[in-house]
């Protein structure tokens, strides 16, 4: 079976500011990982997703996130944030072997002026 | 490309009414989900389709809970008799067939927002 923890329900930063959103994962067998982004009263959109490669994945945005497998953690960036980026944030896996997609708990980023 | 399309997009009912809400992926899109998204929380599958045959319904309460896909393409989910703590956002999914170059990606619709009062 697979889970997600985001370990922040909530995040406040300041316009212009650097801001991460953890994430960690647990699963017995090999995953993809993703980011959503759900804006007010829309449905899920995806940031940006791991299947392979390069650990660094860049997303829609200026996000980015970075798969670390010995911490099974997929952590996700950006180095400067907007009001526009006020958001709900779910990051999610998924297992190689199915089309199933379990989702986190969500991490609300509020920007402030 | 069109998007997965829902409707109605917001529905309120009196408890112990009924609800039918309609998804229409992506065309060519063989998987199709339906969520569902208390307030404050993360989405939790309660069904999915490949084609027209159940792969997952193993969240699905099926003592008022019902979906179907007929043709393998559009998909209804209803719910009767709804209770108050069925108040959510249904979010509708879908997906390339299993195995596919996707990498699993899933695209989600604007979601139907239910209130039962």
């Known amino acids: 079976a697979q889970s997600v923890t985001q370990l922040d329900s909530q995040v406040p930063v300041f316009e212009e500011a650097p801001v991460e959103l953890r994430c960690n994962y647990s699963s017995s067998v090999s995953v993809y990982l993703f980011w959503y982004v759900q804006y007010p009263n829309q449905g899920l959109q995806l940031l940006l997703k791991y299947l392979s490669g390069s650990t660094l994945v860049k997303g829609i945005n200026g996000f980015e996130a970075e798969f670390n497998k010995s911490q099974t953690s997929f952590h996700l960036r950006k180095p400067s944030v907007h009001i526009s980026d006020t958001a709900e944030y779910f990051c999610?896996?998924?297992?190689?072997?199915?089309?199933?997609?379990?989702f986190g708990s969500g991490t609300r980023l509020s920007i402030r002026p | 490309e069109a998007g997965v399309a829902q409707s109605p997009r917001y529905k309120i009912i009196e408890k112990r009414q009924s609800v039918a809400f309609w998804c229409n992926p992506i065309s060519g899109h063989a998987t199709l989900y339906w969520y569902q998204q208390i307030l404050g929380q993360g989405p939790k599958l309660l069904i999915q389709?490949?084609?027209?045959?159940?792969?997952?319904d193993s969240q699905l309460p099926k003592d008022r809970f019902s979906a179907e896909r007929l043709k393998g393409v559009d998909s209804t989910l209803k719910i009767q008799p709804a209770k108050l703590e069925d108040s959510a956002v249904y979010l509708c999914?879908?997906?390339?067939?299993?195995?596919?170059?996707?990498?699993?990606?899933?695209?989600f619709g604007e979601g139907s927002w239910l209130t039962v009062v």
């Open positions: 389709f490949q084609n027209n045959g159940v792969v997952d």
């Open positions: 999610a896996v998924s297992p190689l072997s199915a089309s199933k997609i379990i």
């Open positions: 999914a879908s997906s390339l067939a299993e195995g596919s170059n996707s990498g699993n990606t899933i695209y």
